[in-house]
């Protein structure tokens, strides 16, 4: 099984609607989570930390079950300017130094047609 | 400020040359990473240091692949000899590492990254 696992897509999607991933991953001492946003041709960048309340940040709403060992995000009112490949990340703290250990799921690539 | 600084953008060599990728991490992080990513398997994290020092190297491939970091400003990743499944875009990113600086812990910041091309 991957350590992080999710559903490559491509989703596509109307302009306006509400569109939803799911990530697992597969080690129960996983710390931290975020997702990340990739644009064609660009760099990764941080869209949200996930909270173990879960968290809102605009139109955006990411959770996370521990349970059941997966984190969602919820993307409300669709944009144009949303498409992108959406990334899971999960982060293990190995010691108390710092020193981490990180993985990144594969992407789930989002289109928002017009 | 200054976002994480990759050189080159862009790199085409040869079969057997040596590359050799830089790297300037976000002044005063503590973290600095290397990943390459492919269509074929995402992004994969080669190595990080922590504090210079280097934490987990067991992603890099083989021993064809190598990194140093000599201060906390500088970075550089070496391909001896490349092949052309080395083909990738190679990205750096950089981490506060610790609380303290208004950041959440761990978040990354990546570099724009260099896109490598083995022929």
């Known amino acids: 099984r991957k350590e992080v696992e999710q559903d490559p897509g491509p989703f596509n999607v109307p302009e306006g609607a509400t569109v939803a991933f799911n990530c697992t991953y597969s080690?129960?001492?996983?710390?931290?989570f975020f997702w990340y946003r990739q644009d064609c041709r660009k760099e990764p960048k941080l869209l949200m930390s996930v909270y173990s309340s879960g968290n809102e940040d605009g139109r955006f709403t990411a959770q996370l079950n521990r349970a059941s060992q997966y984190i969602s995000l919820l993307i409300r009112d669709s944009k144009l300017s949303d498409s992108a490949t959406y990334l899971c990340?999960?982060?293990?703290?190995?010691?108390?130094?710092?020193?981490?250990?990180?993985?990144f799921g594969t992407g789930t690539r989002l289109t928002i047609i017009p | 400020d200054a976002g994480v600084i990759q050189s080159p953008r862009h790199e085409v060599t040869e079969m057997g040359q040596e590359v050799t990728l830089r790297c300037k991490p976000i002044?005063?992080?503590?973290?600095l990473f290397w990943y390459r990513q492919t269509m074929m398997r995402g992004l994969e994290l080669l190595i990080y240091f922590n504090n210079n020092v280097p934490i987990d190297d067991s992603g890099m491939p083989e021993d064809r692949f190598s990194a140093k970091m000599p201060n906390a400003s500088f970075s550089t990743l070496k391909i001896q000899p490349s092949e052309p499944r080395d083909s990738a875009v190679y990205f750096c990113?950089?981490?506060?590492?610790?609380?303290?600086?208004?950041?959440?812990?761990?978040?990354?910041?990546f570099g724009p990254g260099t896109r490598l091309t083995v022929t």
């Open positions: 080690n129960s001492a996983s710390q931290s």
């Open positions: 990340v999960v982060n293990i703290r190995l010691s108390n130094f710092g020193n981490e250990k990180l993985t």
């Open positions: 002044s005063g992080h503590n973290s």
């Open positions: 990113a950089s981490s506060p590492a610790a609380t303290g600086y208004g950041i959440p812990p761990y978040e990354q910041y």
